[in-house]
């Protein structure tokens, strides 16, 4: 069964560092996600990109996040100068239609800000 | 404030018992509801969705919709110990965006 693939799954930054967590969608699909889930609390949803653009984002994914698509496979977020609440669960997500019929998300990368 | 609620649990029921996972959804424009099966330390994982009033059964599990009291639940019949998992119920308002409920615990017994 095609996967959502994540790597790396386990990061451990010093606060104020610049990480980069990459994710490889479905191949087939189009539309790609980011979500994060500090411990213990909900999922929580930080952007969607879609035709190689951010199609919406929220009021977590501040300036101080990006996402980019740099080649046909990958998907990438980037967080600039880590703080030490950005310490969760990010988890990578890709549907083939939108949020129709759910996402698929992958295995994710636990982010350790020291 | 768009906010999805569930009973933090947790939930312990027999094995082949009939587990009952509740939500409730603040927002009356939601349009699609979905179901989530997280282990601990692991991924969120699709069991199904639901856009329609009334029942939608996929094997052991059926989601239940009623719109009008902003309410949707999954039925899992004849749990198993496998089924013990954090339950995440998800509601699409509109775009592609989930909001995502607490979960409910559900501890299957053998």
């Known amino acids: 069964e095609p996967e959502v693939t994540q790597t790396p799954s386990h990061q451990v930054t010093q606060m104020g560092q610049e990480v980069i967590l990459r994710c490889v969608p479905i191949?087939?699909?189009?539309?790609f996600y980011w979500y994060r889930q500090i411990l213990g609390q909900k999922v929580e949803f930080l952007v969607s990109f879609y035709n190689n653009e951010i199609s919406e984002k929220s009021e977590i994914f501040d300036d101080q996040f990006s996402v980019e698509r740099p080649d046909g496979s990958n998907f990438t977020l980037k967080i600039r100068s880590t703080k030490l609440e950005d310490s969760a669960m990010y988890f990578c997500a890709s549907s083939e239609v939108g949020s129709s019929y759910g996402y698929t998300f992958g295995s994710g990368t636990r982010l350790t800000v020291v | 404030q768009k906010e999805v609620e569930q009973n933090s649990g947790p939930l312990s029921v027999p094995e082949g018992a009939i587990a009952s996972l509740n939500c409730t959804y603040s927002d009356r424009g939601s349009q699609s509801f979905f179901w989530y099966r997280q282990y601990s330390g692991k991924s969120p994982e699709l069991i199904m969705f639901i856009y329609s009033n009334g029942d939608k059964e996929d094997g052991r599990f059926t989601a239940q919709l009623n719109k009008a009291s902003q309410y949707v639940s999954l039925l899992i019949r004849d749990s198993q110990p496998s089924d013990s998992a954090t339950y995440l119920c998800?509601?699409?308002?509109?775009?592609?965006?989930?909001?995502f409920g607490p979960g409910t615990r559900l501890s299957v017994l053998p």
């Open positions: 191949s087939n699909h189009l539309y």
């Open positions: 998800a509601v699409n308002l509109r775009g592609q965006n989930f909001v």
